[in-house]
């Protein structure tokens, strides 16, 4: 199973974008590339995934290393809402181990 | 309602006890997967499921059962709870391998 590395948390302002990094050195060719965001006493909420190329949809955009060690997800305008933990995981087959995850804060 | 619901919300039992918690998603996904959280350990597999009637140990299975007679219940019975299982369960689903996983609310378990 892929580890992966985060930082502990990290600030932002209101309405500027957020790069959140993740190092996942251990990740094999297979694993998906998964990142989760967690509310306070809510379940973890899906976000984004990719395998290979960058991916984007409407809650962020992920930006992928193109040796595959690390990843980057980008929130293109911080909001309030978006202060939670994010998860970056590696999805090996058949299932998510979650790493530590960064909380992020946002200032208004 | 469509989704994936967790019963019960909330549940403190004693020490000993058989305790079962219920996972029920409505989009025939499959598969489904139960986590627990631990303020210091964040949220680790228990046990997960590609199928019906296939199950698989996660990260830290033991003193857990699972079973998957049915597609959409994935049941977590804890045979003889102790206090270390004190934790907020969490199952989530997903369509296949390579898609996004979807979880319920959790489930706060209190072991006294």
């Known amino acids: 199973d892929a580890k992966t590395t985060q930082p502990n948390s990290m600030e932002s302002n209101e309405e500027e974008p957020v790069h959140l990094p993740c190092n996942h050195s251990?990740?094999?060719?297979?694993?998906?590339i998964h990142w989760y965001r967690q509310l306070p006493s809510q379940g973890p909420e899906y976000v984004i995934h990719g395998l290979t190329s960058n991916v984007n949809n409407r809650m962020a955009s992920l930006a992928i290393a193109e040796d595959r060690k690390s990843s980057t997800l980008i929130l293109h305008r911080a909001t309030l809402r978006d202060a939670a933990v994010y998860y970056c995981?590696?999805?090996?087959?058949?299932?998510?181990?979650f790493g530590t995850g960064t909380r992020l804060l946002v200032s208004p | 309602d469509a989704g994936i619901t967790q019963s019960p919300r909330y549940k403190i039992t004693e020490t000993g006890r058989q305790v079962t918690l219920m996972c029920h998603q409505t989009?025939?996904?499959?598969?489904m997967f139960w986590y627990r959280q631990d303020l210091g350990h964040g949220l680790r597999l228990i046990y997960y499921?590609?199928?019906?009637?296939i199950t698989d140990k996660g990260e830290v299975p033991d003193g857990y059962v699972v079973s998957r007679s049915k597609t959409e219940n994935f049941p977590l019975t804890l045979e003889s709870a102790t206090r270390s299982q004190t934790s907020v369960y969490f199952c989530a689903s997903s369509e296949s391998w390579g898609y996004g996983y979807t979880f319920g609310s959790g489930t706060r378990l209190t072991v006294v």
């Open positions: 995981n590696g999805a090996g087959f058949q299932k998510l181990v």
């Open positions: 989009w025939s996904h499959s598969y």
């Open positions: 251990t990740i094999s060719g297979t694993d998906y």
């Open positions: 499921s590609a199928a019906a009637d």
